[in-house]
T-cell receptor, first 110, second 114 residues
């Protein structure tokens, strides 16, 4: 079963604009991770945020975590055509393994 | 490129057959996890192997089994294939079993069951 649910399911924006994706989850977590997947191939790890962190940055990526609302957001600034991909959040709780959400399909229009 | 390789890239089988998928982990990694990703869905955890022993299993029936070898490469075996087994199968290697170890994914094997 899927732990997380991304919103929106699909997003199309113009190149250069910012893209925001949200993830909601159901149980307490140790950490939350964001992954990118190009064209149904392997996933690439983007960023990990621990349960005691509220915000984290990596290059053009900004991730926030609100454990009281059981939600996280991924912001990609100054989007590029190469950012076109599916983005997944994945949560970890206790000794459980990665549990992925349903994904957001992002399309950057040149 | 993550250094994790999977074979074959694509595979077509018929219902009831058996299949073996292979994964070579990144150098220095002793842990391999397998995931099933149905079309339009997120990956679902099948199981994890650490130093040749199963270390956690998701909600998959026993006909899904695995192995890890002394060089830390791994196999996923699926018996009595069903149509719903059609999916992208992903393996990921990591330097340990901690939830904080980054997982490096291979490109996947796309299995079609007819």
């Amino acid at each position: 079963s899927q732990q997380g649910e991304e919103d929106p399911q699909a997003l199309s924006i113009q190149e250069g604009e910012n893209a925001t994706m949200n993830c909601s989850y159901k149980t307490s977590i140790n950490n939350l991770q964001w992954y990118r997947q190009n064209s149904g191939r392997g996933l690439v790890h983007l960023i990990l945020i621990r349960s005691n962190e509220r915000e984290k940055h990596s290059g053009r990526l900004r991730v926030t975590l609100d454990t009281s609302k059981k939600s996280s957001s991924l912001l990609i600034t100054a989007s590029r055509a190469a950012d076109t991909a599916s983005y997944f959040c994945a949560t970890v709780f206790g000794n459980e393994k990665l549990t992925f959400g349903t994904g957001t399909r992002l399309t950057i229009i040149p | 490129e993550t250094g994790v390789t999977q074979s074959p890239t694509h595979l077509i089988k018929t219902r009831g057959q058996q299949v073996t998928l292979r994964c070579s982990s990144q150098s220095g990694h002793n842990t391999v996890s397998w995931y099933q990703q149905a079309l339009g869905q997120g990956p679902q955890f099948i199981f994890q192997y650490y130093r040749e022993e199963e270390n956690g299993r998701g909600n998959f029936p026993p006909r899904f089994s695995g192995l890890q070898f002394p060089n830390y490469s791994s196999e996923l075996n699926v018996n009595a294939l069903e149509l719903d087994d059609s999916a992208l199968y992903l393996c990921a290697s990591s330097a340990g079993t901690s939830a904080y170890n980054e997982q490096f994914f291979g490109p996947g094997t796309r299995l079609t069951v007819l």
